[in-house]
């Protein structure tokens, strides 16, 4: 992901590279239980919130310690559906917690639950 991180003197919007994105990402907040194991190899469940959503996964902020292409297991608290997924980014830790991006093993549009998803987030679905 691309993005400028610093106000310009211009003051022109954040500007994220959609070329490399599969899906439209949303900007939703959405309660998740996310399970797995940490880079010590012991359980953990966490509850926490999506930052940012698309069809193929999300960014969230977790305080457990993984590590990039380790599987954990993400449930949606409103609707109970799980889906496996792959920490494909791990950001520098931040009052405790990291902000990671996971990617869904099977992509998904409809597992967050929007009623009218970008265009864009058609996917095969099994």
Known sequence: MRARTQPQKDKEPLLLDPGRRRSMRVLLSVPITVTGKNTSNQDFQEETRT??????????????????????????????????????????????????????????????????PPDDWVVPED
């Open 51 to 116: 930052l940012v959503v698309n069809a193929h996964g999300a960014l969230i902020s977790l305080a457990a310690r993984v590590a990039a292409a380790q599987e954990v297991t993400l449930a949606n608290k409103a609707t109970q559906n799980t889906q496996k997924c792959r920490i494909v980014y791990v950001g520098a830790a931040q009052a405790g917690k990291a902000q990671m991006g996971i990617e869904f093993v099977k992509p998904s549009r409809t597992f967050w639950q929007i009623d009218f």
